[in-house]
């Protein structure tokens, strides 16, 4: 028999404004089994710490109940508690009397009948607990970051400087991400460039980092500490170890009408190419969509005039198997697709532009080397309307409903260089709201107002209607004056909001990390685990788990990076030790939990039994890997013959519970 | 293929050429147009207003006569098809219209939005198939730049009507080719005409149908086609100096079939 505690939390007023706590630990004195009860304000204080151990000590205590808040909160701390005065920390039961029963009664007499009910439920279950010892796993000590924008960047140079290795794979040719094609950035107005490419050199030249670019993840296998993953290196049919980037074969190259993905399409680009000066690995790609060797075997132009003869035509697809201790996800984001969005025209006219396109428009490196011209016929524009919330903060079902954060930013630094550098341009920005919290921000905003003479008008655009002497008719309405207003532009930048890129969903499916309606990564807890994944091992790093400025980019990948080294830096993993067991008598070898096993946790064997008539008899039974298994139950629901059980969570003790609620 | 066809009261007085065209044609795509038996006005844009069922019923016997008959609904009128899609939709998703009305017209089923309502253009493009139309069609409009004008009331609610694109539409885009005309995409084609305004304030009404048409012309439409008599109306009132006609797009149906007389 069981000599058990139990001990009823005040939480202040928290529990005890709803919960008559002393009559909780009263009622819960007679309970079979139950030698000491009592309650105190604050259970997890170190007062209330000591009051536990002090009982645990005094009345010989095997098993304690703790009826205070969710297990979430304290579990841990009671555990502790309980483990340095002499019990297994697998004998504490919590009692959630706080978020499942105070905080949502308001009348104290149900309320506390309800606290004593499951009170009641946690001293049934603590009976048939049985003490349990976690078993430890290693830790593989490198790190594996998914896309190579500033987020990635950024983490590994960090995980690399606390000495870690650690891999880098992006999908793109080269890393850089979306920061490269960004011209300026806010509040100071620094080039883009100049401060990333330093960064990505850093990269390439750190030789704890290696990256694989043009690359993919394949499939993840495994758990935190000691994952594998497989790698796609996707053809590039460039032997990377021999280009030089000297760029011969991109001048040589006949097939030169390529739509430059760089460049947003604006400009073209030749089959075999170089996505930019400043690539890291500076290594040149074939797009095998384009190529005419590829496709009909007619040209090897750049294979001719390649001095290191780095060409191969024959190159495949290769996959490379690796082990890592962590994964950070930083998977980054792409502007949305603006055809729900046709009143804005931007698929009818060629002046009707995305921000990022501004940006390539405005950039030293982008289609018209920087100098701001009409992509229709090349003039320059005189009157400029930018429209924010395209997409953003959007009800009615065409766009995001979230507020995609940056545009407000970058199109006060748009209109801004505009006026700086055209003042002859009339400038004009549609906002619902113009929000720009942020260290210098709102002052960066309230320049382009006050010193920079942009029009700020509160009201959205409905329609933009292109006309055929190239002009573009803007009709908008301001809400402040409650006007209708027609403008007459040369050239229309919408603020596309921004949504998280294509890949992240099927890579958190092989992550098992869970996302929210719109594919953002979900971070284990909103304001106290930012960057990391409910999924134990997985770190978020960038856009992907929500919309950001580069700051804030930076800011979160260093976070991720400092979580990822903590992890890294320990030796061995206390494994969780309520992890599935099989009866193997009662095994009959169906399969069922193999196949509803998430982590692949579960595996068959054939094994010999001695049987009661003393023959020997070899039967297939279920086996299951507690170092993979995460303890998740769904074994022991789909089992028919009830022969999995979860340890801590077994069948036996789930219906003591119940019969204790119901009794 | 044999459909319900729910004509509406403006096509047998203001807008006959659009029954009779789109008629005509149905008969050379051997499609067989069945008209309800005493229908009654759908009750013009009415019933669209949640706190009033009176308005809502004649829409609901339509839709309940050819659920009786086990058809697709057929409608041609942008307003009526506008109505009728609005109204199933309610019967089939709002609990208290659907009782009520039901609890008022006592039908000898109870209605619960069953009808599959189609507008014509949706016909064509879903049961007869553009291509299908493109093989058939004896005197195509080659070289003639047509643009389509959608109006409001086609389309809209997207949601609900689940036609096309309300902000990028294309349906009548593909009839224009099916015919083998150009057609013109140009910014005004989903915007309104005026509607009902103009009886209330004739010269907003005009200008709305002015901007719409400039807008066409300026894009290069030879004609526009619609499918609202209305809106047909607030372009005709208009279209002086603009030089733009606006025809039903079942006109042109019957006459690239061959079947206009």
Partial sequence: ?663 | MIFSYYPGCTLKTKAKDLDRYGRKSAEALGITLEEIPNWQCCGGVYPISKDEIATKLSSVRALASAKEAGQDLVTLCSACHNVLKQVNNDMANDEEICAKANRYLELEEEYHGETNVIHYLEMLRDKVGFDKIKELVKNPFTGKKIGAYYGCLLLRPGKVLQMDNPENPKIMEDFIRAIGGTPVIYPMRNECCGGYVTLEDKALANKRSGKVLENAKDMGADMLITACPLCLYNLNKNTDGYDVPVYYFTELLAEALGVKD
């Fill in chain 1, 1 to 663: 028999m069981q000599r058990i505690g139990v001990f009823v939390c005040h939480c202040g007023t928290n529990i005890a404004a709803t919960v008559d706590v002393k009559a909780v630990a009263e009622a819960m004195k007679i309970e079979p089994g139950v030698v000491f009860s009592t309650d105190y304000q604050y259970m997890c204080s170190e007062a209330g710490q000591n009051l536990i151990k002090d009982s645990i000590k005094e009345h010989k205590l095997t098993g304690i109940v703790v009826c205070s808040c969710s297990p979430r909160m304290h579990e841990a701390t009671f555990r502790k508690a309980a483990q340095s005065a002499g019990l297994n920390p697998y004998m504490v039961e919590i009692a959630n009397i706080r978020e499942q029963c105070s905080w949502i009664h308001k009348d104290m007499i149900p309320a506390t009948e309800k606290a004593i009910i499951l009170g009641k439920a946690a001293v049934a279950k603590v009976h048939l607990n049985t003490p349990l010892t976690a078993g430890e796993s290693p830790v593989v000590k490198r790190a594996l970051v998914i896309g190579g924008g500033i987020a990635g960047i950024q983490t590994a140079l960090d995980i690399a400087e606390a000495g870690f290795e650690v891999d880098i794979v992006e999908k793109q040719p080269t890393i850089g991400g979306k920061m490269t094609q960004i011209d300026k950035t806010f509040p100071t107005l620094d080039c883009a460039a100049c401060i990333l490419t330093p960064k990505m050199v850093d990269c390439a030249q750190n030789e704890k980092i290696k990256i694989y670019s043009y690359s993919e993840v394949e499939d993840v296998k495994g758990f935190v500490g000691n994952f594998s993953v497989t790698i796609k290196r996707k053809a590039r049919y460039v032997d990377e170890t021999k280009c030089t980037g000297c760029g011969i074969c991109t001048e040589k190259c006949p097939m030169k009408k390529v739509p430059n993905e760089f460049n947003l399409g604006m400009d073209n680009r030749t089959a075999i190419y170089i996505p930019f000066a400043q690539a890291v690995p500076k290594v040149a790609t074939i797009d095998a969509d384009y190529c005419n060797m590829l496709k009909n075997g007619k040209c090897g132009v750049c294979q001719k005039f390649c001095t290191v003869g780095a060409i191969d035509y024959k190159q495949k697809d290769t996959f490379v198997e690796e082990k890592y201790g962590a994964i950070v996800v930083a998977t980054g984001f792409n502007p949305i697709k603006l055809d729900n969005f046709d009143e804005f025209a931007y698929s009818q006219s060629k002046d009707v532009i995305t921000s990022l396109e501004f940006e390539r428009l405005t950039n030293a490196a982008g289609p018209t080397s920087g100098t701001l011209l009409r992509p229709s016929d090349g003039k320059h524009p005189h009157t400029i309307v930018f429209v924010q919330c395209v997409g953003s903060r959007d009800t009615s079902g065409c766009g995001k409903t979230y507020c995609s954060k940056i545009c407000c930013m970058y199109t006060a630094k748009h209109a801004m260089l505009v006026r700086e550098k055209y003042p002859d341009t009339e400038v004009y920005v549609f906002y619902i709201d113009v929000r720009t919290p942020g260290k210098n921000f709102d002052e960066f905003y309230r320049r382009a107002v006050e010193e920079y003479g942009v029009h700020y008008i509160k009201g959205m655009v409905g329609k933009v209607v292109p006309r055929s002497d190239g002009s573009i008719m803007v009709q908008a309405s301001d809400l402040l004056s409650n006007e209708q207003l027609h403008i007459s532009a040369d050239l229309v930048v919408l603020a596309a909001a921004i949504e998280p890129d294509k890949s992240a969903r099927s890579l958190a499916t092989m992550l098992t990390a869970s996302m929210d309606t719109n594919d953002f990564f979900t971070e284990a807890h909103p304001k106290l685990r930012p960057v990391e994944s409910p999924t134990a091992g997985i770190f978020l790093s960038g856009v992907c788990q929500g919309p950001k400025d580069i700051p804030e980019t930076v800011s979160q990948a260093s976070a991720a990076a400092a979580k990822v080294i903590g992890l890294l830096a320990k030796d061995k993993l206390t494994c969780n030790p309520c992890v599935a067991e099989a009866n193997e008598w009662m095994c009959n070898g169906c399969s069922s939990c193999e196949k509803v096993c998430p982590y692949g946790a579960i595996t068959y064997s054939d094994k010999e039994f001695r049987m009661p008539d003393r023959t020997t008899a070899i039967r297939r039974v279920a086996s299951v890997n507690p170092a993979v298994c995460q303890g998740c139950g769904a074994c022991t629901v789909a089992c028919p013959s009830g022969a999995m059980d979860l340890k801590g969570f077994s069948n036996s003790q789930i219906m003591a519970e119940v019969d204790a609620i119901c009794k």
